[in-house]
């Protein structure tokens, strides 16, 4: 079965940095991309980070470029995301979950391809 259970998130301040953390178990971590996706209330969901263990390159929503980094520890099946000078429009709920397609309509303007999600976390940024 697969599984994924994020830790992190909560309250920071504009400007601040928060990390959040995401196990995965059920799966060969290389066998899907795995992505961030947030919803905001009252707002579409957006898909802002994406990689696949075996690709090299990463994808990011414009909203994010710059300030989140996606990254890995593939011997604990890990993956994080680095939110660096965040903004109070960054506020939402964050969910890690793996990507059946290619990460690029993961981070567009559809946020497609997003299969099981982990629990999610709440993200707050106060100004």
């Known amino acids: 079965e697969v599984q994924l259970v994020q830790s992190g998130g909560g309250l920071v301040q504009a400007g601040g940095s928060l990390t959040l953390s995401c196990v995965a178990s059920g799966f060969r971590f290389d066998d899907y991309a795995i992505g961030w996706i947030r919803q905001a209330p009252e707002k579409a969901r957006e898909g802002i980070a994406c990689?696949?263990?075996?690709?090299?390159?990463?994808y990011y929503k414009d909203s994010v470029k710059g300030r989140f980094t996606i990254s890995s520890d593939n011997s604990r099946n890990m993956v994080y995301l680095q939110m660096n000078n965040v903004k109070p429009e960054d506020t939402a709920v964050y969910h890690c979950a793996t990507v059946v397609l290619n990460c690029v309509y993961a981070v567009g303007p559809n946020a497609i391809g997003f299969a099981s999600w982990g629990q999610g976390t709440q993200v707050t940024v106060s100004s």
């Open positions: 990689f696949k263990s075996s690709n090299p390159n990463t």
